[in-house]
């Protein structure tokens, strides 16, 4: 990699590693949608279900993709199509999902079979009927990314139901977040940060859509941008659950922090503030960047943990046993979206620190992450010190999203002079 710019590096890594995975094997030509669920080390195709979560994310990436091959910022031609291919496939995608995930008051199904009917566990019995936000809001923001690329409103009713059904569930409290849902009475970051991404993405369609006119939406991004930031503390941490019963407090699930995703709702909050014309807290935003990698850095290994202040009485529970058994692990997601922030808080705001842990971070995940001889693609699960580990994080699937979002993120960010 040496002194070679970041933005060729990642779009190398699209065209020759990510793209080619994914055009190759997950996209299903038969019944439409896509096939993710292979292996950590992507040579094997575990099931054909489809989780509703990753058939959003994949509409996303092909419809963002498509954005940059036409910009000339990604070539497609040793892949075998073109923008129009992908495009096709991101329309279909979003076919598979109109006709047999989304209802019509926005919710959408967790997991569908391959033809889109009730998907089914290895012994044949039906899997439990769940629902989550967070697979609703990639539903709108796959249908929005394709929107702002075809410019057709067609779509924007069913992103709108959507996306506000979501807002709605978490601004009342205990929304439903398979697959690790908080304890009664906990307001999780996460969430908050998902409502903030699908009104961003829901913003930019509309801009698409109808570029004459203001975003109907502003106030609802205002407020989502609000709601996540609430979770700022002083120093730069956010905390990751809030807590209502004040007796928890001095538990592993007050305590805990998770640096990635604080470092991932930076970007977006940095990146609503300039679509709302609203930039007087970049600064102690900015500030922040650096305390969080400082916070999630390995100092032994390398790279950033999982989570970070894991100490405390325990509650229980699946999401605290989570934390509790992967506060260590070295996470695919982690390390794209860090380097997207401090890259872009680096890039268009000047901040020098944040270049200098862009280095420390790009190398990190460069060196780690890619497969290479362990496996195809990304290895997106590696243990503390960095060996793949071939276990189930969240969902059982391979999701190119983060790092494909990410990559493609750089990519764009010098071509627009930094502007994100």
């Not at 993405?201 to 859509?209: G, K, L, T, V, W």
Request: aromatic share 8%; hydrophobic share 40%; with cysteine.
């Amino acid at each position: 990699m040496g002194s070679e710019q970041p933005e060729r590096v990642a779009r190398r890594q699209l065209e020759d590693v990510i793209l080619p995975f994914w055009l190759g094997n997950g996209i299903d030509t038969e019944h439409g949608g896509f096939f993710t669920c292979f292996d950590n080390r992507g040579r094997r195709l575990l099931s054909t279900n489809k989780f509703t979560w990753s058939q959003g994310r994949f509409v996303w990436l092909l419809a963002r993709a498509a954005r940059l091959a036409d910009r000339g910022l990604l070539s497609l031609g040793g892949l075998g199509g073109d923008s129009g291919t992908l495009i096709r496939h991101a329309e279909r995608g979003a076919s598979f999902l109109l006709d047999h995930a989304v209802g019509p008051d926005g919710r959408c199904a967790y997991v569908l079979d391959q033809r889109g009917g009730a998907a089914l566990d290895e012994q044949g019995r039906p899997l439990p009927a769940e629902r989550s936000i967070f697979a609703d809001a990639f539903v709108a923001m796959g249908l929005a990314e394709l929107t702002r690329y075809t410019g057709s409103p067609a779509h924007l009713p069913t992103i709108d139901v959507i996306v506000q059904r979501i807002a709605d569930d978490v601004a009342a409290g205990d929304p439903p977040t398979p697959p690790y849902p908080l304890p009664p009475g906990c307001s999780g970051f996460g969430a908050r940060m998902i409502v903030l991404n699908a009104r961003l993405d829901q913003a930019r369609a509309h801009e698409a859509a109808s570029p004459d006119r203001t975003n109907p939406h502003a106030d609802e991004l205002r407020a989502a941008r609000r709601a996540m930031l609430a979770h700022r503390e002083d120093g730069g941490l956010f905390t990751e659950a809030f807590v209502a019963d004040p007796g928890m407090r001095d538990t592993i699930l007050a305590r805990h922090r998770t640096p990635g995703h604080a470092l991932e709702g930076i970007w977006m909050a940095l990146e609503a503030g300039e679509s709302l014309g609203e930039t007087g807290d970049h600064g102690d935003l900015l500030a922040g960047v650096s305390a969080l990698c400082a916070a999630g850095w390995d100092d032994e290994h390398g790279g950033l943990f999982r989570y970070v202040g894991v100490s405390g009485r325990r509650a229980g529970g699946p999401y605290e046993d989570l934390v509790r058994r992967t506060w260590s692990t070295k996470l695919w997601w982690v390390h794209t979206e860090a380097a997207y922030t401090t890259r872009l808080a680096a890039e268009r705001y000047g901040d020098r620190e944040a270049a200098r842990w862009f280095d420390r971070i790009w190398a990190y995940t460069l060196g780690t992450f890619p497969g290479g001889a362990d496996g195809e693609e990304w290895i997106q699960i590696r243990d503390r010190a960095g060996a793949p580990l071939d276990e189930v994080v969240a969902l059982p699937v391979k999701d190119p999203y983060h790092i494909s979002r990410n990559l493609m993120q750089i990519v764009e960010l010098r071509s627009q002079g930094g502007r994100p």
